[in-house]
């Protein structure tokens, strides 16, 4: 006889006679169990046997759907004097019966390192010809809150309105915020309202007395998390000091600039003063001519200048001595950069003599200029 077949004929004794033989689930019904995310937890299913049940002995723990339309997804067996783990590849490695012996009366499951995927409905189905009992378990893992963050928005400054948030990024909700003040008197500013789902702190017309250190505590059914935050309430900055610091500093800047301008423009200049000083200075220009060699070409140009009647021998000497006193020192003084005149160009005795010019005696001259 297979196991349909016992089923049916066990649905009809039961029917017919209204008893049912010896096998038994203690505490049967549904039953909910909650969890922490990360725990172990034990499905009870404990059962009875009686001579009646002469069948052999089966145990199923399986996944109850959601939906009447899928099916269900067995987790472990147990037949034939026989362990089968690992049916279920999300709790692979994570579940196994409880008792080492399940034909002993306990068939209890136990699931290790639960997570969120795990809530479900399991089953416990426990089989013996004629008998066929079964219990079901409502799981469910509850994430507790990850550490929140806390921080402050808004403007810290005395007379503003500030904000405290606390925010757990993980949780199985409901999550609820709690907000304590540690520090001063250790009492919230009147002023202050707490919401328990956002875990927001609002703080109206901020004092100095609203610094201090605040404690947020975020909790659900399994666990809780908490996080500290240094509030200072600052009071608010010196406009009229920051503007006239500002504009110091802004003239104190043109100042250095226009220093350092004024340097530049200077050093330019000189140095171009310097370059245009050196075009002057010729290395090729001859030096002064000695007062002996001036006097000579006085001299020379004195017989000349005789020569062609414009002087006489009555007034060279007072001609003379005068211009030798003087074209030497301004041929001698006069600066390099200006070369001497050329020498006046010599005129031949015939053309003289042409142009009316009448010979001049000229008297003899020392070395010195004077008349011998």
Known sequence: MDLATSHHVFLLVVAVTGTVYGLDILSSGTSTVEKASGETVKLDCQFTLSPEDTGPLDIEWSIQPSDNQDEEKVVIMYSGDRAYPDYYTPLKGRAHFNSPDPKNGDASMVLLSLKASDTATYQCKVKKVPGIKSKKTLLSVILAPSKPRCYADGSTEVGKNVALRCVSSEGTSPIKYEWTKLSGDKLLPASAGVDPVSGVLNIRNASAATSGTYRCLAQNRVGQQDCVLELSITPPPNTAGVIAATVICILIALILIAIILF??????NKKKYEKEISYEIREDVPPPKSRVSTARSFTS??????SLGSMSPSNLHEYSKPQYDKIPSEEYDRPPSHAPLPPPSRVAGPNLSRMGAVPVMIPAQ?????IV
């Open 301 to 306: 140009v004195g017989s000349q200048r005789s």
């Open 366 to 370: 020392n070395r010195d200029g004077s």
């Open 263 to 268: 340097c530049c423009l200077r050093a330019r």
